[in-house]
């Protein structure tokens, strides 16, 4: 017997995956409040939605609601977290232990949600050697030797932008996969290697932008 | 005489505004390099955005590029400096000390950005009354007080989602003009009200995501 998968995981469109969370959060937040079950009416009261959307969104996902009732809340909250890799450990390495790359390795949130970071890389005497946020600092001359114990396939990018394609290039040369990069460079990747760019940078400049739009109005 | 201002600086399109770091990096990059003139041609080499649609983008900077020669290194970054807003100083507050938010004190990046975190928030007596990364953690009843004497308009919303709600129309109600939404909460605002939404956690479900794909197909 083939165990039916969930309907094309693997097809998902972007949107949907990044509304999952919203809902993710919406579920445990009622579960706090005491609710046993929630529908995708109440979700879309909440957080301003289409129900629809919301229904058509949740279908990807492996759990089925009751007429009347909506979703049994732990178990929503279980099959979204389940689907979302949350509750899997992915392993990762951080390359770049500035101040950004620093701040990441304190931040145990990351553990939470799936991503556990083993090991980062520096070339800086004063930190190689140490540990930061319980995670050790290696010597970025390591890397390919570590590689091949490690069972990483995740390469976080905290580098200066000088250095960003040359890290890059050394990262996917030593197996990693996906490369979440933190820098405001464009990496150029090969085309099966995953990228996600998450430019703080970029979001502060869209955020000052409508914020003086906004004020110039008043 | 009416200064032209650069051509609607409020009606930007966001994709255009998410772009102009990358070639505000790569310039800097053509900088440490010693390169004195950059084309449009060549950062579109490097960073695999079509040349025109680069020329099309810094189109609204007040820039000028001259032909066969390019851009000045050092007034294109200028130019996208001032214009994303990174050279102005924006005053900050954070609300929410745990994990990330004290991760978020401690990157000092973000001043070289333009955002400058003037002071913190929360009710953790272990941590009202120090500093993190400098910054002063103050009681979150302290904040209307300190609202009327700070010129402040940006809130930093890292605290957790049973309250983000709550707290974001605390913000709004002292005076916040701008939401950085660091939690993976949808929080509603009213419309004048802009909200930058940064969930890392959605960013991972993405790159989880599209790394499962990749493996299966290995």
Known sequence: MVLREPKSMDKIPEPTLRRLPWYLSNAKLMKEKGEKYVSSTQISAQINIDASQIAKDLSYVNVTGRTRVG????MLIGALEDFLGFTDKHKAYLFGVGSLGGALLCDSGLVHFGLEIVGAFDIDPNI??????????YHSDEFEQRMRNDDVRIGVLTVPISIAQEITNKMIAGGIKAVWNFTPFRIRVPEHIVVQNTSLYAHLA???NRLNAVIKKE
């Open 71 to 74: 979703y049994d809340v732990d």
């Open 128 to 137: 190689v050697g140490t540990n930061i946020g319980g995670i050790p600092v």
């Open 206 to 208: 869209v955020m000052f």
